[in-house]
């Protein structure tokens, strides 16, 4: 049978960092390594379905310009140089449509590239192809793509989370060594965490959203994602900064990540007080998942940290909270698809007004949980309704802040547990959205404080054989304390 999880051996076995010390020794081309991506893209993705667009030859032109410059004894162009890379479809590109997995969008070629995509390029990266996603990044499955599902490659009768799944399979399946995600309520960290690989949700702020299609302006947020802490580390200070095309991002240095990676990497964590939110750790939760999280903790422990439990009371509100002020985001940001300036435009046959053409073009553009986050945040900002619900749930969101701010007086790093469960079967929770919402609960109060998060694999369920992830949060502009806390949890696994 061919395996869809990441070959034993050969170019798509490998790590981003060793890729790139291979490509920048000449040991092999980027055009190699871009190659061998690109035929397990084409041997496998009829099945995963991570991509939505290949392109093959923007990315070996891409490549040969890497090994070219090489061959002029140049230095490489950034640390990953060479090595490839999967674009999650909310990020526009010049070259390749961006459709952000809606019909409406099917086929859009955008006139400028995001700024994380310009960085890419910048940095000597060949970008493989746009990733799939839930519509507009709104779901937690990937089953809400207008163009069909991811399979998780550890299980094709699952999902490998969402909204990113596309990138998280793609990492996993060995099509792609690096990945972009986004992350708005934990599209991220949770599709990382059903896939064995890593995601970082950086400090809001920290990285451009330039060129990102909205979802919900004040939570959304570019992170990177790979298979190791380090790799991930290396894209994150490839894509951070400040940029003044974006209002919200932030002018100052980018944290040393990559540095502070290979500090963990020692797997030493003497001296770090390593918080557990007493309310994400739930005995209802998937025995298999719950027990992992424990050993996560002992492992911890092991390693010198020093765990103290801590009470964060309402993070129990982030799903409520979360679930008004997203959608009422998406009804004020997803009013520009309307048919008349870029997109689908459906009905007009002239005998309809503009309204009724826009009604048409939304009806047909639009999937149902797309057109669900429309209403519900329509209904929640109306006059009348504004106080009770929007208004309601931004003091939520300070109260959360709060609870984070009184946690990192007492310990350095918060974690739990990243997913209630490990991936869970396609099919099983489309008919009921509420059951889906609760699967985002542990990453949600995070995006709701602007703050930072990673997804770290911790193993396999015993009771699934499928991966678990633990979550490591912290402070905000403190996300060099991810990579070094990620790493060492890493290294103390791999030592195991
Ligand atoms: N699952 C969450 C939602 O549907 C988060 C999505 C995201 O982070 N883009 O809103």
Redesign the pocket.
Known sequence: MTSFTVPESGLTSMTAADLAEAIHSRQVTSREVTSAHLDRIADTDGEINAFLHVGAEQALAAADAVDESLDRGEAPASALAGVPLALKDLLTTTDAPTTAASKMLEGWMSPYDSTVTTKIRQAGIPILGKTNL?EF????STENSAFGPVRNPYDLDRTPG???GGSSAALAAGQAPLAIG???????R?PAALTNTVGVKPTYGTVSRYGLIA?ASSL?QVGPTARTVLDTALLHEVIAGHDSFDATSVDRPVANVVAAARKGATGDLSGLKVGVVKQFDRAGWQPGVMDNYHESLAQLTSQGAEIIEVDCPHFDDALAA?YLI?PCEVSSNLARFDGMRYGLRAGDDGTHSADKVMSISRAEGFGDEVKRRIIVGTYALSVGYYDAYYLQAQRVRTLIAQDFAAAYEKVDVLVTPTTPTTAFKLGEKVSDPLEM?NF?LC?LPL?LAGLCGMSVPSGFATDSNLPVGLQIMAPAFADDRLYYVGAAFEAGRSKA
Do not use: P
């Open positions: 839930d990044a709104m779901g937690s969402g909204s990113g986004t992350d708005t309520g934990g599209s991220i949770q979802a959304d979360y997203m919402y985002d990453t995006n």
